[in-house]
């Protein structure tokens, strides 16, 4: 029976893949004398596809751009010249963003000074640029795109799902995801400010081998053998963690944060990716407390978390792996 779920696992698996989810970065400065400098960093899509920035006015046609590789990001640049249509009022459309799970930070900087973030989504992928006025900080775009980030990426998602179904109480719960999210927010703050740099394919990988990991140290515990994470699921996960946050890193990173607005950027990110993180477990406790109280679970159901788990992540460990080449 074990074997014949773990084929179905690794089958379905096939179907399904931890989508590459850094949000894309399109950046309008306009200067003092009237010039005007988009900048559009974007990675390309697992399956291909691209998408661009489309502005009303035909800024992106009508001037050159100049393409560089930044990391494993391609940016574009463009200058347009003044005289020029008015940002205000402009239209921008973010073409095929619809076909992604893709976020677009925007940021516009007028020549007064003042700024306007938002955040694009496959959903919402056009805006209509107002004009330049005082705004506060942009939390709540950055909380936005941490919580989406997050919720987009799968393979986080069900190494958190392992961690929760390893863990017997709340008191040690609650010790493994702090410790957790403070071993990530320390390696997501030292990566995207440039003190550490590591690329981000082979942490991929490990990323997909350490839910393995945790799906084996589940098999483990359904047979009842102890392990270290048994015992310090905490020490564990903050080891994990570190890896996690470069990962994180690389959804900002390499398209590039906002100059001057770093530290907020990463602050609120992360908090996004927190409450992201803690509104998932909720459900998940949620979930298994109606499945025990409501649902009669037999013996053999038990091994569905791990099998399943350890199916998806072995897939992505040979898929990255495979990427290298």
């Not at 690794?10 to 950046?27: F, G, I, K, T, W």
């Not at 939390?139 to 919580?147: A, K, M, S, T």
């Amino acid at each position: 029976m074990r074997r014949v779920f773990a084929s179905f696992c690794l089958l379905s698996a096939a179907a399904v893949q931890a989508h590459d989810v850094r949000p894309a970065y399109l950046e309008i400065v306009e200067r003092p004398a009237g010039d005007l400098n988009i900048t559009w960093k974007s990675t390309a899509p697992n399956n291909g596809m691209t998408f661009t920035p489309q502005f009303s006015t035909g800024w992106t046609h009508s001037s050159r751009a100049s393409t560089r590789q930044a990391g494993g990001a391609i940016e574009r640049t463009w200058t347009v010249v003044t005289p020029h249509a008015p940002l205000a009022g402009t239209q921008l459309q973010i073409e095929g963003l619809e076909t992604t799970i893709t976020d677009v930070l925007l940021r516009v900087v007028y020549a007064d000074g003042s700024e306007l973030t938002r955040v694009l989504k496959p959903s919402n992928a056009s805006i209509t640029l107002p004009g330049a006025e005082k705004s506060g900080a942009p939390v709540r775009e950055y909380l936005q795109l941490g919580f989406t980030h997050i919720w987009s990426g799968v393979d986080h998602l069900l190494y958190v799902l392992g961690l929760v179904l390893l863990v017997r109480t709340p008191r040690l719960l609650i010790r493994t995801i702090t410790g957790f999210t403070l071993a990530h927010s320390i390696s997501l703050a030292a990566a995207s400010l440039g003190y550490v740099h590591i690329p981000p394919a082979p942490v991929e990988a490990v990323i997909a081998l350490s839910i393995v990991y945790i799906a084996v140290e589940l098999l483990r515990a359904r047979d009842g053998q102890s392990s270290l994470v048994s015992r310090a699921p905490w020490l564990v996960s903050m080891s994990i963690g570190l890896l996690h946050g470069l990962g994180f890193a690389g959804a900002l990173s390499e398209v590039g944060l906002p100059a001057g607005a770093i530290p907020q950027a990463l602050l609120l990110f992360n908090i996004g990716i927190e409450i992201g993180q803690l509104t998932f477990v909720a459900l998940v406790l949620a979930l298994g407390h109606a499945l025990i109280r409501y649902v009669p679970l037999t013996t053999s159901l038990r091994w569905v978390p791990p099998y399943a788990i350890g199916s998806f992540a072995s897939f992505w460990v040979i898929e990255r792996i495979h990427a290298f080449f």
